[in-house]
């Protein structure tokens, strides 16, 4: 109703701009319809612009999904444009011409509103924290990182796909919640049933589950999440915070976050195993010394492919700080060797998921750090 009621509104502003400018050349007629082919051309000309100002927005990474903004933006318009109408019935002064406008617009809008309430509700059922697109997340990471994260939201969820584990590590100020909510915006937006939900949140339910029944958190009545245990798609963030006591002890931290899994969300791990889950790791060292990084970080993506008896290599998406990003483009673009000079980017690969274990070289060189 908002975009039809932004419709009358301008209408009202163009009919009555229309009327003075037609008294001023002493015009008796149409001045009504002027105000309404005015006010049809402010909201396409608006939605056009904004269009254009989505798609220079992007960082080019991804691609922009141009066919759903264009459709969004058609739909903007008409919702629109029918306010416009509805108002141009109040001003034509026709016997309840009023009402036989308000009627006819009334149906149309209702035709029209499945396809957009039904994308923006799947959306809504996901509990994720903000929207954001892939198209529009920061400059953190490198075109072939951008590529192998597109090919696995463009293969689709489970169980047209293989299940896949994802972890998302990097330090603070890096993207890593914007980059999960934009993955789960994705598949969202592609009709698959995605639920973002805390660790600690995981932890709570896999405490009191009893298979085959999972206590949840459905959210507000007037959205009524997807139950997590039956998501396509599940995205864990805060996992860094759980693991922070372990800092000071760093031998332990990978033991500590296998126990977590093997133990705490045991109960569970059937659920997890059968969907696309996304792990959002902080990082825990000190701002230019990561700690859970590299080879380190690998070995997490194997702990929880471990966890999920996968069928498939997790994969592992390594961001880099958006202030060091911005800090070497800023050095590159004074100096004149800038073509020679690389941005840091978020690196994006498969890990191999043997099931020996290796963890004792990874010790030692978490200890060493």
Known sequence: MGHVCVGI??????????????QRFGWQNYAEAGGLVAAIAIVAAWEISTYFSSERSTTGLFPLGRKLLRDN???????????????????????????????????????????????????????????????????T?????????????????????????????????????????GIGTEFAFKKVKTRYVSIQSLLEFASAAQPPKFPDDPGPVNVNYWPWSEAQVIIIDDIGPLIVPQRDQQNAIL???????????????????KCHTVWVIGDLGPPGSPLLAGDILDEFARAVSDYARGERKPL????????????????????AAAV?????????????????DANGGVMSRISSL
């Open 9 to 22: 509104l301008v209408n009202l502003i163009t009919t009555l701009g229309a009327r003075y400018v037609w």
């Open 73 to 139: 933006a058609i739909i903007a318009t008409l919702y629109m444009s029918l306010g416009a109408v509805v108002g141009f019935g109040f001003h034509i002064g026709i016997p309840r011409g009023n009402i036989i406008f308000l009627v006819v617009c009334t149906v149309i809008a209702i035709w029209l509103a499945p396809k957009w309430l039904r994308q923006k509700i799947i959306w809504q059922k996901a509990a994720l924290p903000y929207l954001s697109r892939l198209a529009d997340i920061e400059p």
């Open 141 to 181: 990471m490198g075109k072939e990182a951008a590529k192998t994260l597109q090919a696995l939201v463009d293969e689709g969820a489970p169980p047209a796909a293989k299940p896949c584990q994802i972890v998302i590590g990097g330090p603070v100020g890096s993207g890593r919640t914007q980059l999960a909510a």
């Open 255 to 273: 033991e500590h976050f296998r126990g977590i899994l093997n133990q705490e969300l045991k109960p569970i791990a059937d659920v997890l195993a």
């Open 316 to 335: 592992v998406i390594e961001l880099k700080s958006i202030s060091a990003t911005r800090a070497v483009e800023a050095a590159g673009a004074a100096s």
């Open 340 to 356: 020679d000079r690389p941005r840091p980017e978020a690196d994006a690969r498969y890990v191999n998921t043997s099931r020996s």
